[in-house]
């Protein structure tokens, strides 16, 4: 098979991360305590691939792409980083998308700051740019075009971008215009430097392809958009959309024919799928997971992307609706659990109001706390265990703001979940602000962030003896998580000793 045009990104995203989604988190890391290649062995070990280097799995966004390319007639397919040479002869242009190119969004951003270490992410890019197959296919005039969710990034990287001869970077979805694009390369008419999609040219359902290979650990998308708008996000520029069952199902089946043993639904709060608004629906969630179920059957594992914690609280107070879809469809003898991303980013109601008014929404801000509790109390009883995020250094933070975190998280202390701290990254409508350094880290956030670090050491031996990692094939998955663990209780430790932090367990 010729291809003329290829995708592909670098061994941290091109990883099913042993099929469980969290581990790709490590990736945003330099390597602390152990070997790099052990760490990013744990974080990222390579993929399956056919004899033409194509990927079993794929990150989703470089899917959507390929099915799009494919469906307008283009000889496009997603190649695995290390088999690139076998395209060499035949490929025109070549497409990179990252979710993190530079290591300058949130997790990347503050590892990178605590530990002032490059993270592993960000080598792997350089690697890949800088590798002999990428440099040849410059010198023979093939065109590089780059995008996806760390677009923006670019922005910061100038000298680089000239460097390694990226042609085009690409912000925003791509749908509408990508074809006429990749035409252009392939013609070597000019292309432009940046392209901007903004929310007037986002795709519509009809224009959204289904995916023709299978994602990374089944990740299939109900809904793109969000409707809470809170400052600092750039999700919620964009148009809400919910992808219709059909397409789901097709995705799903696509994924299920691969041999890939589980789904995550993707959606920036899946329990919004159907909604009106901030208001979650019975009736839409009920379908979803029936059909879901159905579908992958009750040996697969399913996962959420991400759900808000107003409406994991609401469709619990109002319709039972969690302990429902949990009982009836999700927990079995062998789904024991299920994996969600949720955002507590503060636990100051006063700084919820001015940066995120509606993410408490139908309940009003401030509740939040309240809210936060009530939501990790329902997923704690109902076996749903949340990896949480809070973001340090929003604008117009103030030293009681971060207390009043702080107070949030021993609240949170009962129930089973893991809480990382973040700093505030500029995007969204706070797209010109400064960005959050280790310069300006106060005590405040060093009580916060130790919070957090206890709080997860606190329950990452229940989450992976019990959970998450007990299949016996990641047995030294598990032993190098616990060497981490080790090492980081030990560098913590003598970190509080200097800081006179009182210590709890
Ligand atoms: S709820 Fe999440 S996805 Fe929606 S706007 Fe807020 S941060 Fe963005």
């Not at 099929?19 to 760490?39: N, R, S, V, Y």
């Not at 949340?386 to 009962?414: C, F, N, S, Y």
Request: proline content about 7%; aromatic content about 10%; hydrophobic content about 40%.
């Amino acid at each position: 098979m010729v291809y003329e045009v290829v995708l592909t990104t670098d061994r941290t995203m091109m990883s099913n991360h042993h099929g469980k989604e969290f581990l790709g988190f490590i990736a945003t890391g330099p390597a602390i305590g152990i070997p790099e290649k052990l760490w990013l062995w744990i974080a990222a070990p390579k993929i399956k691939v056919d004899e033409l280097g194509r990927p079993r799995e794929a990150p989703y966004g470089l899917r959507k792409v390929e099915a799009k390319l494919i469906d307008e007639g283009f000889k496009a397919a997603i190649i695995d980083p290390d088999h690139l040479d076998k395209h060499l002869d035949t490929m025109k242009v070549l497409m990179i998308g990252h979710h993190d190119f530079f290591a300058y969004g949130p997790p990347s951003s503050e590892w990178w700051s605590l530990t002032g270490k490059e993270p592993i992410n960000r080598i792997s890019f350089k690697r890949l740019m800088e590798s002999p197959v990428v440099r040849k296919a410059k010198e023979r005039g093939v065109k590089i075009i780059v995008g996806g969710p760390a677009a923006w990034q670019w922005l910061w990287e100038l000298d680089l971008w000239r460097k390694w001869g990226v042609d085009t970077v690409i912000e925003g979805e791509v749908e509408k215009v990508i074809a006429d694009i990749v035409e252009k390369a392939l013609n070597d008419e000019p292309l432009p430097d940046y392209i901007y999609i903004g929310p007037r040219d986002s795709p519509s359902l009809e224009e959204i392809p289904v995916i023709k290979g299978a994602s990374v650990n089944g990740l299939v998308e109900i809904m793109r958009g969000c409707p809470r708008g809170c400052k600092f996000c750039s999700v919620t520029l964009r148009p809400l959309r919910h992808i219709p069952l059909d397409k789901i199902r097709e995705e799903i089946r696509v994924n299920i024919r691969a041999g890939i043993n589980g789904i995550i639904l993707h959606s920036e709060d899946v329990l919004l799928y159907g909604a009106d608004g901030v208001k979650p629906k019975p009736e839409p969630l009920l379908k979803l997971h029936e059909m879901v179920v159905e579908e992958i059957g009750e040996r697969s594992d399913l996962a959420w992307a991400h759900a808000s914690l107003a409406a994991i609280k609401y469709v619990e107070d109002e319709y039972k609706l969690v302990s429902k879809l949990m009982d009836e469809y999700v927990l079995n003898d062998y789904r024991r659990f299920l994996g969600v991303e949720v955002g507590i980013e503060t636990g100051s109601p006063r700084l919820a109001k001015i940066i995120m008014p509606a993410k408490s929404a139908p309940y009003p801000p401030e509740k939040w706390p309240d809210v936060v509790e009530d939501a990790f109390r329902i997923m704690h009883e109902n076996k749903i265990i949340p990896a949480a995020t809070i973001i340090l250094g929003l604008p117009q933070e103030t030293p009681e703001d971060v207390m009043k975190t702080a107070e949030l998280i021993d609240r949170l202390r009962p129930y089973r979940s893991i809480i990382v701290p973040m700093f505030f990254v500029p995007m969204g409508a706070l797209k010109k602000n400064k960005w959050f350094l280790r310069d300006h880290i106060k005590r405040e956030h060093i009580d916060v962030m130790y919070k957090c670090f206890e709080h997860a050491i606190y329950w990452a031996e229940d989450i992976m003896s019990k959970f998450y990692l007990k299949e016996p094939y990641l047995f030294p998955v598990r032993m190098g998580l616990r060497l981490f663990i080790k090492y980081a209780r030990r560098k913590v430790r003598k970190i509080t000793e200097q800081l006179e932090i009182p210590v709890k367990t």
